[in-house]
């Protein structure tokens, strides 16, 4: 992360850009983790800007990749798995209730970020509740993880504070994780 952040703001405006390019493609790519890249931003950027360059971006990634699943992939999956009910039973829970399922998605890191977008995508859900489940869902996440990343460049002086952070992940995957299993169904 240091180094990264320390090349692209040597180069100025372009290493700004490439930052927050990052956080787009990490949406569609995520081989590097979130925070990482999120990291990178609020060293090049500062807390405040990098924190909302992060939600900026990554929501419009989300978009991206929502729009980029529904009018590329969503007829020849519909296609594909019509023959499994429980593929159809989702795909129509997620047209009545796919906000909560976004935001849920969004609020417990249980599945990765673009998981929820390419699935959402793929699904008859509204845009609409996507959208809404995404800027609701993404606002504490992205500000904990840019806040993770921040106290990590400054671990001496914020210690304590990254601790904490870090509890608090840890205990939202565990709850994710129950939150997983209740609504999996159950196969006998």
Same mark, same amino acid.
């Given at each position: 992360m240091r180094q990264l952040s320390g090349h692209l703001r040597d180069i100025g405006?372009?290493?700004? *850009? *490439?930052?927050m390019s990052l956080i787009f493609f990490q949406t569609f790519f995520p081989f590097i983790p979130?925070?990482?890249v999120a990291g990178t931003n609020v060293a090049i950027f500062g807390i405040k800007m990098g924190f909302l360059v992060n939600y900026v971006m990554s929501c419009l990634g989300a978009v991206a990749s929502f729009y980029?699943?529904?009018?590329?992939? !969503?007829?020849?999956?519909?296609k594909k798995l019509e023959r499994f009910p429980?593929?159809?039973q989702f795909s129509k829970r997620m047209?009545? !209730?796919?906000?909560?399922?976004v935001l849920i998605g969004r609020l417990i890191p249980i599945l990765p970020s673009?998981?929820?977008?390419?699935?959402?995508?793929?699904t008859r859900m509204r845009f609409r509740h996507f959208l809404w489940g995404t800027l609701l869902g993404k606002?504490? *996440?992205v500000f904990m993880e840019s806040m993770i990343a921040h106290d990590l460049f400054h671990f001496q002086r914020y210690k304590g504070r990254l601790l904490l952070l870090l509890g608090i992940l840890v205990l939202l995957v565990f709850v994710g994780n129950s939150v997983k299993r209740a609504l999996t169904p159950k196969t006998k």
């Open positions: 405006w372009p290493g700004k *850009i *490439i930052g979130f925070v990482l980029f699943a529904r009018y590329y992939g !969503h007829a020849w999956v519909e429980i593929v159809i047209e009545r !209730h796919g906000f909560l399922y673009s998981a929820v977008n390419f699935s959402a995508g793929l606002l504490p *996440i």
